[in-house]
DNA sequence: CACGAGACCTGTTCGC
DNA sequence: TGCGAACAGGTCTCGT
Protein backbone atom coordinates (compact mmCIF):
# COMPACT_ATOMS: atom_id res chain seq x y z
CA UNK A 1 0.00 0.00 0.00
CA UNK A 2 2.90 2.41 -0.45
CA UNK A 3 2.91 5.89 -2.43
CA UNK A 4 2.57 9.21 -0.81
CA UNK A 5 -0.88 8.91 0.33
CA UNK A 6 -0.97 5.76 1.84
CA UNK A 7 2.08 6.76 3.54
CA UNK A 8 0.86 10.07 5.30
CA UNK A 9 -2.21 8.12 5.85
CA UNK A 10 -0.46 5.95 8.06
CA UNK A 11 1.39 8.79 9.38
CA UNK A 12 -1.97 10.26 10.79
CA UNK A 13 -2.74 7.05 11.96
CA UNK A 14 0.14 6.76 14.17
CA UNK A 15 0.11 10.19 15.61
CA UNK A 16 -3.70 9.92 16.61
CA UNK A 17 -3.76 6.51 17.92
CA UNK A 18 -6.64 4.89 17.05
CA UNK A 19 -9.68 2.47 18.52
CA UNK A 20 -8.22 0.30 21.28
CA UNK A 21 -4.62 1.30 20.02
CA UNK A 22 -1.98 3.08 21.90
CA UNK A 23 -0.30 6.71 20.25
CA UNK A 24 2.71 5.90 19.16
CA UNK A 25 4.30 9.26 20.33
CA UNK A 26 5.45 9.14 24.01
CA UNK A 27 6.31 5.69 24.10
CA UNK A 28 9.47 3.99 24.76
CA UNK A 29 10.90 1.65 22.59
CA UNK A 30 12.23 -1.29 25.43
CA UNK A 31 13.51 -3.83 22.86
CA UNK A 32 13.85 -4.90 18.97
CA UNK A 33 13.40 -8.24 17.21
CA UNK A 34 14.69 -8.65 13.90
CA UNK A 35 13.59 -11.68 11.75
CA UNK A 36 14.73 -10.80 8.26
CA UNK A 37 18.04 -9.48 8.57
CA UNK A 38 18.33 -7.65 5.32
CA UNK A 39 14.98 -5.75 6.29
CA UNK A 40 17.33 -3.77 8.63
CA UNK A 41 19.37 -1.14 6.01
CA UNK A 42 21.17 -0.14 8.72
CA UNK A 43 22.94 -0.76 11.42
CA UNK A 44 23.81 -4.90 12.13
CA UNK A 45 20.45 -5.68 14.36
CA UNK A 46 22.73 -6.85 17.23
CA UNK A 47 23.73 -2.51 17.22
CA UNK A 48 20.12 -1.99 16.10
CA UNK A 49 18.73 -3.85 18.97
CA UNK A 50 21.30 -2.26 21.55
CA UNK A 51 20.94 1.32 20.27
CA UNK A 52 17.36 1.65 19.60
CA UNK A 53 16.39 0.46 23.25
CA UNK A 54 15.42 2.62 25.72
CA UNK A 55 14.78 5.47 23.56
CA UNK A 56 11.19 7.25 22.85
CA UNK A 57 9.47 8.39 19.74
CA UNK A 58 8.83 11.44 20.02
CA UNK A 59 7.55 12.61 16.63
CA UNK A 60 6.82 11.10 13.90
CA UNK A 61 7.06 12.57 10.04
CA UNK A 62 7.09 11.61 6.27
CA UNK A 63 9.23 12.81 3.34
CA UNK A 64 8.46 11.01 -0.16
CA UNK A 65 7.79 7.51 0.90
CA UNK A 66 9.57 7.03 3.86
CA UNK A 67 8.02 7.02 7.26
CA UNK A 68 10.10 8.92 9.83
CA UNK A 69 10.04 8.18 13.46
CA UNK A 70 11.68 11.15 15.65
CA UNK A 71 13.19 8.72 18.60
CA UNK A 72 15.25 10.60 21.65
CA UNK A 73 18.75 10.51 19.98
CA UNK A 74 18.34 8.90 16.26
CA UNK A 75 15.85 9.05 13.58
CA UNK A 76 14.05 5.41 12.51
CA UNK A 77 13.47 5.27 9.15
CA UNK A 78 11.02 3.02 7.21
CA UNK A 79 9.99 2.41 3.67
CA UNK A 80 7.48 -0.14 3.15
CA UNK A 81 8.57 -1.26 -0.40
CA UNK A 82 5.94 -2.80 -2.10
CA UNK A 83 4.26 -4.97 0.36
CA UNK A 84 5.06 -3.31 3.49
CA UNK A 85 2.66 -2.55 6.70
CA UNK A 86 2.92 -1.24 9.89
CA UNK A 87 0.54 -2.68 13.00
CA UNK A 88 0.13 -2.38 16.38
CA UNK A 89 -0.74 -5.21 17.92
CA UNK A 90 -0.50 -6.80 21.79
CA UNK A 91 -0.05 -10.10 23.02
CA UNK A 92 3.63 -11.98 23.28
CA UNK A 93 6.38 -10.90 22.01
CA UNK A 94 7.01 -12.11 18.61
CA UNK A 95 9.80 -13.26 18.80
CA UNK A 96 9.02 -15.65 21.46
CA UNK A 97 5.98 -16.43 19.22
CA UNK A 98 6.06 -20.55 18.50
CA UNK A 99 6.32 -21.25 14.71
CA UNK A 100 2.82 -22.92 14.30
CA UNK A 101 3.05 -25.07 10.78
CA UNK A 102 0.23 -25.53 9.56
CA UNK A 103 -0.02 -27.81 6.47
CA UNK A 104 -1.68 -25.12 4.34
CA UNK A 105 0.16 -21.89 4.87
CA UNK A 106 -2.87 -19.17 4.10
CA UNK A 107 -1.82 -15.65 5.13
CA UNK A 108 -4.97 -15.34 7.27
CA UNK A 109 -4.31 -18.20 8.94
CA UNK A 110 -0.76 -16.67 10.47
CA UNK A 111 -1.28 -13.27 10.99
CA UNK A 112 2.35 -12.49 11.97
CA UNK A 113 3.81 -14.92 9.48
CA UNK A 114 5.05 -11.92 7.45
CA UNK A 115 6.35 -9.91 10.20
CA UNK A 116 10.18 -8.81 9.64
CA UNK A 117 11.35 -6.64 12.31
CA UNK A 118 9.07 -5.40 15.73
CA UNK A 119 9.52 -3.13 18.39
CA UNK A 120 8.32 -3.96 21.91
CA UNK A 121 6.79 -0.85 23.23
CA UNK A 122 5.62 -1.79 26.78
CA UNK A 123 2.06 -3.27 28.05
CA UNK A 124 2.24 -6.09 26.05
CA UNK A 125 2.31 -3.62 22.90
CA UNK A 126 4.49 -4.27 19.63
CA UNK A 127 4.90 -2.32 16.47
CA UNK A 128 5.55 -5.11 13.81
CA UNK A 129 6.84 -3.86 10.26
CA UNK A 130 5.11 -7.11 8.01
CA UNK A 131 6.68 -7.26 4.53
CA UNK A 132 5.81 -10.29 2.14
CA UNK A 133 8.53 -9.40 -0.56
CA UNK A 134 11.09 -8.29 1.76
CA UNK A 135 11.59 -5.12 -0.56
CA UNK A 136 11.09 -2.54 2.43
CA UNK A 137 13.79 -1.35 4.72
CA UNK A 138 14.16 0.22 7.61
CA UNK A 139 17.23 2.01 9.25
CA UNK A 140 18.28 3.87 12.34
CA UNK A 141 20.38 6.70 11.66
CA UNK A 142 21.39 9.76 13.51
CA UNK A 143 21.15 11.79 10.56
CA UNK A 144 18.15 11.10 7.86
CA UNK A 145 19.34 14.00 5.78
CA UNK A 146 22.03 11.97 4.07
CA UNK A 147 19.48 8.94 3.07
CA UNK A 148 17.09 11.90 1.73
CA UNK A 149 19.53 13.57 0.13
CA UNK A 150 18.52 13.18 -3.80
CA UNK A 151 15.04 13.01 -3.32
CA UNK A 152 13.09 15.74 -5.20
CA UNK A 153 10.48 18.31 -4.14
CA UNK A 154 7.45 17.51 -1.85
CA UNK A 155 4.34 17.65 -4.60
CA UNK A 156 2.29 19.06 -1.57
CA UNK A 157 4.47 21.75 -0.58
CA UNK A 158 4.46 25.66 -1.41
CA UNK A 159 7.59 25.64 -3.08
CA UNK A 160 6.44 23.14 -5.68
CA UNK A 161 4.63 25.42 -7.65
CA UNK A 162 3.78 25.00 -11.28
CA UNK A 163 6.81 27.25 -12.71
CA UNK A 164 9.04 24.96 -10.62
CA UNK A 165 7.63 21.97 -12.26
CA UNK A 166 7.42 23.68 -16.07
CA UNK A 167 11.52 24.32 -15.64
CA UNK A 168 12.59 20.79 -14.37
CA UNK A 169 10.43 19.03 -17.60
CA UNK A 170 12.45 20.75 -19.57
CA UNK A 171 15.97 18.91 -18.10
CA UNK A 172 14.55 15.26 -19.57
CA UNK A 173 13.38 13.44 -22.32
CA UNK A 174 12.38 10.62 -20.89
CA UNK A 175 8.38 9.79 -20.90
CA UNK A 176 6.76 11.61 -18.46
CA UNK A 177 5.71 8.36 -16.98
CA UNK A 178 8.94 7.34 -15.90
CA UNK A 179 9.87 10.41 -14.79
CA UNK A 180 6.86 11.03 -12.40
CA UNK A 181 8.40 7.53 -11.09
CA UNK A 182 11.35 8.96 -10.32
CA UNK A 183 11.88 10.06 -6.58
CA UNK A 184 14.40 12.63 -7.61
CA UNK A 185 12.22 14.29 -9.96
CA UNK A 186 9.16 14.89 -7.55
CA UNK A 187 8.42 13.03 -4.59
CA UNK A 188 5.93 9.84 -3.48
CA UNK A 189 4.45 9.45 -6.90
CA UNK A 190 4.21 5.90 -7.61
CA UNK A 191 2.64 3.84 -10.41
CA UNK A 192 -1.03 4.35 -9.35
CA UNK A 193 -0.91 7.78 -9.08
CA UNK A 194 1.66 8.28 -11.80
CA UNK A 195 -1.33 6.56 -14.28
CA UNK A 196 -4.21 8.56 -12.24
CA UNK A 197 -2.01 11.74 -12.77
CA UNK A 198 -1.38 11.51 -16.62
CA UNK A 199 -5.39 10.84 -16.88
CA UNK A 200 -6.19 14.05 -14.90
CA UNK A 201 -3.99 16.03 -16.99
CA UNK A 202 -4.84 14.79 -20.29
CA UNK A 203 -1.37 13.40 -21.53
CA UNK A 204 -0.29 10.40 -22.69
CA UNK A 205 2.32 8.29 -20.55
CA UNK A 206 4.81 8.07 -23.60
CA UNK A 207 4.98 11.84 -24.14
CA UNK A 208 8.53 13.09 -24.00
CA UNK A 209 8.65 15.48 -20.73
CA UNK A 210 10.92 18.38 -23.09
CA UNK A 211 8.02 18.18 -24.89
CA UNK A 212 5.17 19.12 -22.94
CA UNK A 213 4.14 22.88 -23.45
CA UNK A 214 3.59 25.79 -20.87
CA UNK A 215 -0.20 25.20 -20.38
CA UNK A 216 0.09 21.06 -20.37
CA UNK A 217 2.91 21.38 -17.36
CA UNK A 218 0.55 23.59 -15.63
CA UNK A 219 -2.43 20.95 -15.85
CA UNK A 220 -0.02 18.16 -14.98
CA UNK A 221 0.73 20.34 -11.80
CA UNK A 222 -3.02 20.69 -10.96
CA UNK A 223 -3.22 17.02 -11.60
CA UNK A 224 -0.24 15.94 -9.72
CA UNK A 225 -1.77 18.30 -6.51
CA UNK A 226 -5.31 17.38 -7.25
CA UNK A 227 -4.75 13.49 -7.13
CA UNK A 228 -2.48 13.56 -4.56
CA UNK A 229 -4.87 15.46 -1.87
CA UNK A 230 -8.23 14.00 -3.06
CA UNK A 231 -6.30 10.24 -2.26
CA UNK A 232 -4.94 11.26 1.31
CA UNK A 233 -8.63 12.60 2.11
CA UNK A 234 -9.58 9.07 1.06
CA UNK A 235 -7.15 7.72 3.25
CA UNK A 236 -5.26 6.10 0.21
CA UNK A 237 -5.65 3.26 -2.14
CA UNK A 238 -5.68 -0.40 -1.21
CA UNK A 239 -6.38 -3.33 -2.66
CA UNK A 240 -5.94 -5.64 0.90
CA UNK A 241 -9.32 -6.92 2.18
CA UNK A 242 -7.80 -6.78 5.87
CA UNK A 243 -7.10 -3.25 6.31
CA UNK A 244 -9.68 -2.32 3.20
CA UNK A 245 -9.61 1.60 4.59
CA UNK A 246 -8.20 3.20 1.91
CA UNK A 247 -11.53 4.47 -0.68
CA UNK A 248 -9.31 5.95 -3.24
CA UNK A 249 -9.54 2.60 -5.52
CA UNK A 250 -13.45 3.67 -5.81
CA UNK A 251 -11.83 7.10 -7.24
CA UNK A 252 -9.42 5.15 -9.73
CA UNK A 253 -10.29 6.46 -13.16
CA UNK A 254 -7.73 4.08 -15.10
CA UNK A 255 -5.40 2.41 -12.84
CA UNK A 256 -6.66 -1.27 -13.02
CA UNK A 257 -8.98 -0.52 -15.76
CA UNK A 258 -7.82 -2.18 -18.97
CA UNK A 259 -10.61 -2.63 -21.05
CA UNK A 260 -12.83 -0.91 -18.81
CA UNK A 261 -14.65 1.86 -20.30
CA UNK A 262 -12.82 5.66 -19.62
CA UNK A 263 -15.42 7.68 -17.13
CA UNK A 264 -14.77 10.51 -18.73
CA UNK A 265 -15.08 9.35 -22.60
CA UNK A 266 -16.47 6.01 -22.34
CA UNK A 267 -13.19 4.58 -24.54
CA UNK A 268 -11.95 1.26 -23.01
CA UNK A 269 -8.89 2.20 -20.87
CA UNK A 270 -5.69 0.42 -22.03
CA UNK A 271 -2.51 -1.35 -20.75
CA UNK A 272 1.10 -0.84 -22.04
CA UNK A 273 4.48 -1.29 -20.46
CA UNK A 274 6.35 1.58 -19.86
CA UNK A 275 10.13 1.79 -18.12
CA UNK A 276 8.77 -1.48 -17.18
CA UNK A 277 6.17 -0.81 -15.64
CA UNK A 278 2.34 -1.52 -16.12
CA UNK A 279 0.82 1.28 -17.68
CA UNK A 280 -3.23 2.10 -17.80
CA UNK A 281 -4.45 5.52 -19.96
CA UNK A 282 -7.20 6.31 -22.30
CA UNK A 283 -6.10 6.58 -25.97
CA UNK A 284 -8.65 9.48 -26.47
CA UNK A 285 -7.93 11.52 -23.34
CA UNK A 286 -4.88 11.41 -23.27
CA UNK A 287 -2.73 13.13 -26.02
CA UNK A 288 0.52 13.84 -26.94
CA UNK A 289 1.64 10.19 -27.81
CA UNK A 290 5.18 10.12 -29.98
CA UNK A 291 4.21 8.75 -33.46
C1' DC B 1 25.01 12.01 -16.81
C1' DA B 2 20.46 10.46 -18.22
C1' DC B 3 18.30 6.48 -19.07
C1' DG B 4 16.89 1.55 -19.49
C1' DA B 5 17.41 -3.28 -18.04
C1' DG B 6 18.03 -6.61 -14.50
C1' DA B 7 17.99 -7.85 -9.65
C1' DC B 8 15.88 -8.25 -5.33
C1' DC B 9 11.39 -11.19 -3.13
C1' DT B 10 6.94 -13.87 -2.49
C1' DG B 11 2.25 -14.45 -3.51
C1' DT B 12 -1.75 -14.51 -6.58
C1' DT B 13 -3.98 -14.82 -10.90
C1' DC B 14 -4.14 -16.05 -15.71
C1' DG B 15 -3.95 -19.09 -19.69
C1' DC B 16 -3.48 -23.45 -21.75
C1' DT C 1 -6.99 -29.97 -11.79
C1' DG C 2 -2.14 -28.81 -12.80
C1' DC C 3 1.57 -26.03 -14.02
C1' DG C 4 4.30 -22.41 -15.84
C1' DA C 5 3.98 -17.58 -17.09
C1' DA C 6 2.72 -13.05 -16.05
C1' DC C 7 1.94 -9.68 -12.83
C1' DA C 8 1.97 -6.90 -8.28
C1' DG C 9 1.74 -0.49 -4.64
C1' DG C 10 9.53 0.21 -5.23
C1' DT C 11 14.02 1.05 -5.32
C1' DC C 12 19.10 -0.29 -6.13
C1' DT C 13 22.96 -1.17 -9.17
C1' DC C 14 25.08 -1.61 -13.37
C1' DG C 15 26.08 -0.88 -18.29
C1' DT C 16 25.56 2.12 -22.28
Redesign the pocket.
Known amino acids: ???LP?VETIRRRLCDGRAGCPRLVGRRIEGAWVGWA?TL?EPAPPVFRRRVRGQTIERIERR???LLLGLSRDTLMI?????GSLHLRRGRDRGATPRVRTRI???AEDPV??CRLSLRLGDGWRLDFDD????G?VRLVSDPTP?LRDIGPEPLSRGFTAAVLAARLR?????LK??L???SFVA?????Y?DEVLHRAGLHPRLR??RVTPAQARALWRAVRAVLREAIRWN?????QVYGE?DFQRHLRV??RTGRPCRRCGTPIR?I?V????THFCPRCQVGSPR
Not at 188 to 192: D, E, K, S
Not at 236 to 240: M, P, S
Not at 275 to 278: E, H, L, N, S
Open positions: MPEERAAKHHLGMSHRVRYPRKFRVDHRRASLLDQGVGNIAADGTTFDGYQRVGQRG
